[in-house]
């Protein structure tokens, strides 16, 4: 089992910048592709960029520039430095963990969400 808790989330105007951080425990942290993921009122949840245990990354087009992905294996944390925060960027973000396990079956883990809102 893993267990996630996010944090960092808060109220930024247009054009600011905000770090969150997740933090995991209970397994083997390296054994996890984590990503981070966010769900704007009325729409359905939308991945935005994961990072795998040796730190390559993948981005949604609509961060691509502005967001960064980042991990410390030896402090079992998970980042996502947003720039440039926009009012669309407004959501619930989630952390998530990921392994393929015994029998091939997926296993994935969430963390309970931190409120980012961008408005002036």
């Known amino acids: 089992q893993v267990q996630l808790v996010e944090s960092g989330g808060g109220l930024v105007q247009p054009g600011g910048s905000l770090r969150l951080s997740c933090a995991a425990s209970?397994?083997?942290?390296?054994?996890?592709?984590m990503g981070w993921y966010r769900q704007a009122p009325g729409k359905e949840r939308e991945l935005v960029g994961t990072v795998t245990s040796g730190g390559s990354t993948t981005y949604a087009d609509s961060v691509k520039g502005r967001f960064t992905i980042s991990r410390d294996n030896a402090k079992n944390t998970v980042y996502l430095q947003m720039n440039s925060l926009k009012p669309e960027d407004t959501a619930v973000y989630s952390c998530?963990?990921?392994?393929?396990?015994?029998?091939?079956?997926?296993?994935?883990?969430w963390g309970q969400g931190t409120q980012v809102t961008v408005s002036s």
């Open positions: 998530n963990a990921r392994r393929l396990g015994i029998l091939g079956i997926t296993h994935n883990y």
């Open positions: 209970g397994d083997i942290f390296t054994r996890y592709t």
